[in-house]
Nanobody
């Protein structure tokens, strides 16, 4: 069983920055796909970005490419989502997720087995 705990959400103005953290209980999380998703009220959960650092791979949704960066700190078992140039449409609950099996497309929520509790990010205009 893997536990994921996010932190770092909050309220920020348009154009501001925020960094989310996700601490994983799995010691070898760097071998797995770690993803970030978000869900706005009334909308489906959508892919933000993912990474698998054992092979040096990251992927981002077009809507955040160039503004968001995923990184990790192995000794701390922590994955980060650095968000810059935030826009009101980035407002959502953000979730980190982990999958141990390469099943399904990495951008689909259903391909992930473990999820954090989510943190609210609100960008004011």
């Amino acid at each position: 069983q893997v536990h994921l705990v996010e932190s770092g959400g909050g309220l920020v103005q348009t154009g501001g920055s925020l960094t989310l953290s996700c601490v994983a209980s799995a010691r070898t999380f760097s071998s797995y796909n770690m993803g970030w998703f978000r869900q706005a009220p009334g909308k489906e959960r959508e892919f933000v970005g993912a990474g698998r650092w054992s092979v040096g791979w990251t992927d981002y949704a077009d809507s955040v490419k160039g503004r968001f960066t995923i990184s990790r700190d192995n000794p701390k078992n922590t994955v980060y989502l650095q968000m810059t140039s935030l826009k009101p449409k980035d407002t959502a609950v953000y979730y980190c997720a982990l999958r141990t099996a390469v099943v399904g497309h990495v951008r689909l929520p259903e391909s992930y087995e473990y999820w954090g509790q989510g943190v609210q990010v609100t960008v004011s205009s």
